[in-house]
């Protein structure tokens, strides 16, 4: 029912910042919690952030709190990881995720989409 299309992803240097984005198409966007996961060469799938269907909670990982920022448009049907003070072990394909209850999207969401990489030099 959700299409989920990354971008924003690219290559920046350390301490620099990026902005992904995720563009949602379907049915009752407002009504899904949202979130970010991100997989590095050789490492599992973590999750990195979530926010809830109004934008009213929002939880990290701890490797990104300070420095990364979740938020949604919902009348553009978006999502958005502001991601500052970027560090060379924050270089990974980072996925955009959906599911109707924010509690399951933390540990299993429904929807994935394509991934957008981001690799950050030293």
């Known amino acids: 029912q959700v299409q989920l299309v990354e971008s924003g992803g690219g290559l920046v240097q350390a301490g620099g910042s990026l902005r992904l984005s995720c563009a949602a198409s379907?049915?009752?966007?407002?009504?899904?919690?949202m979130g970010w996961f991100r997989q590095a060469p050789g490492k599992e799938r973590a999750f990195v952030a979530a926010?809830?269907?109004?934008?009213?909670?929002?939880n990290y990982a701890d490797s990104v709190k300070g420095r990364f920022t979740i938020s949604r448009d919902n009348a553009k049907n978006t999502v958005y990881l502001q991601m500052d003070s970027l560090k060379a072990e924050d270089t990974a394909r980072y996925y955009c995720?959906?599911?109707?209850?924010?509690?399951?999207?933390?540990?299993?969401?429904?929807?994935w989409g394509q991934g957008t990489q981001v690799t950050v030099s030293s």
């Open positions: 995720a959906a599911d109707p209850i924010l509690f399951k999207l933390l540990g299993a969401p429904v929807y």
């Open positions: 379907g049915r009752s966007f407002s009504s899904y919690a």
């Open positions: 926010i809830s269907n109004s934008g009213g909670i929002t």
